[in-house]
C-alpha cells in the first residue's frame, strides 16, 4: 500500500518509519530540504528524531505532489496553525478517494475547531480519521511497544487504517468518538504545562498527581459537554496521553512548563525547546520545534466558557502565559480551592 | 483533638507527623522499640522515613494502651495482613465514640474483605473510614502539596475528618464511595507491580503508560461490578494514586516489579525493599517493608472472578508472582491481546 505521510518534524517521521516497517511504500513530505537530503543519504533525521535508524525504502521529499499522488492513506502530522493551508494543497492532489489520518494534536485558534473539523472544511468530501495515544515519537521510532487510537464516525474507516498501519509493537485500538479522542489529545497538552510548572517550581510526585487527576476531570468535562464520551477520555487518547504527557521528560509542553516554573519568559521557554532534543543539534533558521499546548491554552478556556464548563488549570495556564501571572501564584491558587467533596 | 497513629512505618509515621503539624496531640503506635527510642531521642524514624525531621512533642509509644488512651481520631497504618488482630486490640482500648480511620491499602487474603470490611466485624459498632489517594509518604513527610480522599459511608464523617486533618500542604476531599476508594486505593500496586516489571524489562514510556491505561479500566470495572462509583476510580485515590505508584520511583510495588522484570526471584525482590528506601539502613530483624501489590493481586483475581470481570493484568501478575510465569512472557501476551474497539 502506499502511504503519504505530510511532516517531516519528530511525529511525521515517526509515523513514516513504522508504516515502512510495516512494508507500505511510504513518502515522507518534509518542508526543509535538509532534512530531505539527510534522509536521503544517511537515513537519518537528526534535527527532529535524533538516534532513530530510518528504514530503508523510505522515500524523502519536500514536493507536496510527489508525495501525494498514488497514495491510499495520507497521514498528516503538522503544526496545528498550518494545518488549514496544508491539507487545502493536500486535497487538491490526493486521489479523491484516499482518507486523510490527522496525527495533530491541536485546536486551530480562530475557529476553535478540532483538526478534523478543519479537514473537513479544507478537504470537503474526503473521509477523515484521527490517530492519538500515548506516543513519545523516540519511542516509536526505537520501537517500544506503543498503543493508540484511530478514531473515524465510520468505525469501519477506522478498521480499515487499524487493518493497514497496526504491528505487534504498534497497536492501534478504534473508536467512532472522533471529538472524543481529539479534544482529550489537545487539552492534555494544557495540563501538561502545568505539571511542568510544578516540577520547576520544585514540587514533587504527590501533587503532580494530584494535579494529573484534576486534570484528566476537566478534559472530561469538556469533551462530555461538547458531545464526547468520558470514556475516550478515560481511554488511551486521554488518560494515557496525559499521563505520558505530564510525568514524561519527551515533552516539549511539560518542558516549557519547567521552564516557566524555572522562572524563564514563554519566549525564553520556547527558544529552549528547539535545542532540548536529547543529542540533537540546533534546529536550522525556520525549523521550529512547536509546544502545542500554548495555543490550545487559549482555545480550551473558549471552549470551555462557551460550553459553560469549569476547567480551572486551562484559566489559570492562560494567566501565566498571555497575562503575565507568576506561576507559582497561579499553581497556589489551583491547590487552593476550596475543599470539597471529590 | 487527641489523634493515635497505629503503625511506625512510613505512612504511618508521616500521617502521624502531618496530624501534629497540624496541631493536634498526637500518639504514634510503633511496634519495634528501637524506632521509639529513635523518635524519643531524635525526632527521626530512620528505618521507615529517613530524611525527615519529625515535628516536636509528638509522642512515640510500644504500648497500644498509652496510644489509645483518650484520642479523638484513631488512624490505622498496619499493613493488611496484622489489620484483624490489631483492630480487634484498638477497638477494645479506645473510647467508644472514636472513629476509625484506615490508611491501610490492602485486602485481607482468605475473607477478600476490604480494610474497612475488616474493621467493622473486628471493631462492632465503631464508626470507620478510609483514607487514600496518591501520598508518598516521603513527600507528605517533607510538606510537599497532596491531596487525598476520605471516604465514609456516613459523610458527616468524612467531613469532620477533613476538618480536623486537612491543611493548606494536606488537602482533603471527602466522598461516600468507601468500597470504591479502597478497592481503587488496593488494586493500584497490583498494576504498579506490572509497571515495575516493564520497567525492569527494558520497555518504556509509551508502554508504560499503555499499561496504565489499561490498569485504570481493569480497577475501573471491578469497582462498579462491586457496587462503587467509576468516577471514583478516576478520582484521586484511583487514577492518582495509580499514576503516582506506577511512575514514581518510590513505590515498593513497582520497585518488586522491576526487580523480577530484571530477572530476580519474588523472595529476592521481597528481601531487597528492605534496604530499598534511599538512605535507610537495613531493617533489623523482624521489621519489614510491605509490598501489599503482592497479596493483592491473588485478592484481585478471586474477586474478579467472582464478580465476572475481566482482569488481565491482575491475571497475568498472579501467574508471575505465584505460579512462575516469566515476566516476558506475560507481558508480551497482555500486549498482543487481539485487536479491539477501546
Same mark, same amino acid.
Request: net charge neutral; with cysteine.
Given at each position: 500500500?502506499?502511504?503519504?505521510?505530510?511532516?517531516?518534524?519528530?511525529w511525521?517521521?515517526?509515523?513514516?518509519?513504522?508504516a515502512?516497517?510495516?512494508?507500505?511504500?511510504?513518502?515522507?513530505?518534509?518542508?526543509?530540504?535538509?532534512?530531505?537530503?539527510?534522509?536521503?543519504s544517511?537515513?537519518?533525521?537528526?534535527?527532529?528524531?535524533?538516534?532513530?535508524?530510518?528504514?530503508?525504502?523510505? #522515500?524523502?521529499?519536500?514536493? =507536496? *505532489?510527489?508525495?501525494? !499522488? +498514488? &497514495?491510499?492513506?495520507? %497521514?498528516? $502530522? /503538522?503544526?496545528?496553525?498550518y494545518?488549514?493551508?496544508?491539507?487545502?494543497?493536500?486535497?487538491?492532489?490526493?486521489?479523491?478517494r484516499?482518507?486523510?489520518?490527522?496525527a495533530?494534536?491541536?485546536i486551530?485558534?480562530?475557529?476553535?475547531?478540532?483538526?478534523?473539523?478543519?479537514?473537513?472544511?479544507?478537504a470537503?468530501?474526503r473521509?477523515?480519521?484521527?490517530?492519538?495515544?500515548?506516543?513519545?515519537?523516540?519511542?516509536?521510532?526505537?520501537?517500544?511497544?506503543?498503543?493508540?487510537?484511530?478514531?473515524?464516525?465510520?468505525?469501519?474507516?477506522?478498521?480499515?487504517?487499524?487493518?493497514?498501519?497496526?504491528?505487534?509493537?504498534?497497536?492501534?485500538? #478504534?473508536?467512532?468518538?472522533? =471529538? *472524543?479522542?481529539?479534544? !482529550? +489529545? &489537545?487539552?492534555?497538552? %494544557?495540563? $501538561? /504545562?502545568?505539571?511542568?510548572?510544578?516540577?520547576?517550581?520544585?514540587?514533587?510526585?504527590?501533587?503532580?498527581?494530584?494535579?494529573?487527576?484534576?486534570?484528566?476531570?476537566?478534559?472530561?468535562?469538556?469533551?462530555?459537554?461538547?458531545?464526547?464520551?468520558?470514556?475516550?477520555?478515560?481511554?488511551?487518547?486521554?488518560?494515557?496521553?496525559?499521563?505520558?504527557?505530564?510525568?514524561?521528560?519527551?515533552?516539549?509542553?511539560?518542558?516549557?512548563?519547567?521552564?516557566?516554573?524555572?522562572?524563564q519568559?514563554?519566549?525564553?521557554?520556547?527558544?529552549?525547546?528547539?535545542?532540548?532534543?536529547?543529542?540533537?543539534?540546533?534546529?536550522?533558521?525556520?525549523?521550529?520545534?512547536?509546544?502545542?499546548?500554548?495555543?490550545?491554552t487559549?482555545?480550551?478556556?473558549?471552549?470551555a466558557?462557551? $460550553?459553560?464548563?469549569?476547567?480551572?488549570?486551562?484559566?489559570?495556564?492562560?494567566?501565566?502565559?498571555y497575562?503575565?501571572?507568576?506561576?507559582?501564584?497561579?499553581?497556589?491558587?489551583?491547590?487552593?480551592?476550596?475543599?470539597?467533596?471529590?
Amino acid at each position: 500500500m502506499r502511504v503519504a505521510v505530510f511532516g517531516g518534524g519528530s511525529w511525521g517521521t515517526a509515523l513514516a518509519a513504522h508504516a515502512r516497517r510495516v512494508g507500505h511504500d511510504v513518502r515522507l513530505w518534509v518542508r526543509e530540504s535538509e532534512v530531505v537530503d539527510e534522509i536521503r543519504s544517511r537515513g537519518e533525521n537528526t534535527l527532529f528524531l535524533p538516534g532513530v535508524r530510518l528504514p530503508d525504502g523510505l #522515500t524523502a521529499t519536500t514536493d =507536496l *505532489g510527489e508525495a501525494a !499522488s +498514488g &497514495a491510499e492513506v495520507a %497521514v498528516v $502530522a /503538522i503544526p496545528s496553525a498550518y494545518r488549514r493551508t496544508a491539507d487545502r494543497q493536500i486535497h487538491a492532489l490526493l486521489p479523491e478517494r484516499t482518507p486523510l489520518v490527522s496525527a495533530t494534536k491541536g485546536i486551530e485558534l480562530g475557529s476553535l475547531q478540532r483538526m478534523t473539523e478543519v479537514a473537513a472544511q479544507a478537504a470537503p468530501g474526503r473521509r477523515v480519521a484521527v490517530l492519538s495515544g500515548p506516543s513519545f515519537a523516540l519511542e516509536v521510532g526505537l520501537r517500544q511497544p506503543t498503543a493508540v487510537v484511530v478514531a473515524a464516525s465510520a468505525i469501519e474507516l477506522a478498521s480499515s487504517l487499524q487493518r493497514a498501519l497496526a504491528s505487534r509493537e504498534f497497536r492501534i485500538y #478504534t473508536s467512532d468518538d472522533v =471529538l *472524543g479522542v481529539e479534544l !482529550s +489529545g &489537545a487539552l492534555k497538552n %494544557v495540563i $501538561a /504545562i502545568a505539571a511542568g510548572i510544578l516540577d520547576g517550581l520544585g514540587y514533587g510526585r504527590n501533587t503532580e498527581a494530584a494535579l494529573i487527576t484534576r486534570g484528566l476531570a476537566e478534559i472530561s468535562r469538556l469533551v462530555v459537554a461538547a458531545g464526547g464520551r468520558a470514556e475516550t477520555a478515560a481511554g488511551l487518547a486521554g488518560l494515557g496521553d496525559l499521563v505520558l504527557t505530564c510525568t514524561g521528560a519527551l515533552s516539549r509542553n511539560r518542558r516549557i512548563g519547567r521552564a516557566l516554573g524555572a522562572g524563564q519568559t514563554l519566549a525564553q521557554a520556547e527558544a529552549a525547546l528547539d535545542t532540548a532534543v536529547e543529542g540533537g543539534p540546533h534546529l536550522a533558521a525556520g525549523a521550529k520545534m512547536v509546544a502545542e499546548g500554548v495555543p490550545t491554552t487559549l482555545a480550551a478556556c473558549e471552549l470551555a466558557e462557551r $460550553a459553560g464548563v469549569e476547567m480551572p488549570i486551562a484559566l489559570q495556564m492562560r494567566a501565566v502565559l498571555y497575562e503575565g501571572k507568576p506561576p507559582r501564584e497561579a499553581l497556589n491558587e489551583l491547590m487552593l480551592r476550596s475543599l470539597k467533596r471529590e
